[in-house]
């Protein structure tokens, strides 16, 4: 998406968020930095089980900056600027002010068939198991790859029907997503 490809990693056994930047370091990218609502919906996305609960490392922390009671404290570990943020609601407000806090994660919870999902602040040393990575450009010309499946998601600027983005697909060689399961 914006010329970023994301990917979602799941790990055995758990690993902590320095653990998880090495990985990403090594496909090539860094811990996510997520820059708007259709990043965040893409990472959401791309986990493949969303019955369960997950707690996944992404690439925002304030390890250098104590500074401050609220989120203008916290950085992207790649040096983006991005100031969005999705702070979770779930029962505590985040960011949490607590000195050893560093680290951000990404929280899906389910329940009653909903999924919730909101940014928390943790210990770094906190093992999960799983991480969001991202890196420039798109490989294969896709903004996600998911079982050997290429998406590509388009923003438009006004509201269109079904026929048109069929035919928006197909001039990329493309067909409109099929959702087979509940996956």
């Not at 965040?40 to 401050?68: Q, R, W």
Request: charged share 20%; net charge negative; with cysteine.
């Amino acid at each position: 998406y914006d010329d970023t490809e994301f990917a979602f990693f799941q790990t055995s056994p758990l690993i902590n968020q320095s653990d998880a930047q090495t990985q990403c370091t090594n496909w090539g990218g860094n811990l996510s930095t997520i820059t708007s609502t259709v990043e965040d919906s893409l990472l959401f996305y791309s986990i493949p089980d969303l019955s369960k609960a997950f707690t996944c490392h992404i690439g925002l922390n304030d390890k250098n900056n104590e500074v401050g009671t609220d989120d203008d404290t916290f950085v992207w570990i790649d040096g983006s600027t991005s100031s969005y943020r999705k702070w979770g609601t779930l029962g505590t407000k985040y960011p949490k002010n607590e000195t050893d806090f560093d680290c951000v994660r990404h929280r899906y919870t389910s329940g009653s068939g909903a999924l919730s999902q909101g940014w928390v602040n943790a210990l770094c040393s906190d093992e999960r198991n799983c991480y969001f990575c991202s890196k420039p450009g798109i490989s294969n010309g896709c903004d996600l790859i998911y079982d050997s499946s290429c998406y590509e998601m388009f923003e438009v600027s006004t509201p269109i029907n079904w026929l048109d983005a069929q035919s928006g697909c197909a001039i990329w060689g493309g067909d409109l997503t099929s959702i087979t399961t509940e996956r």
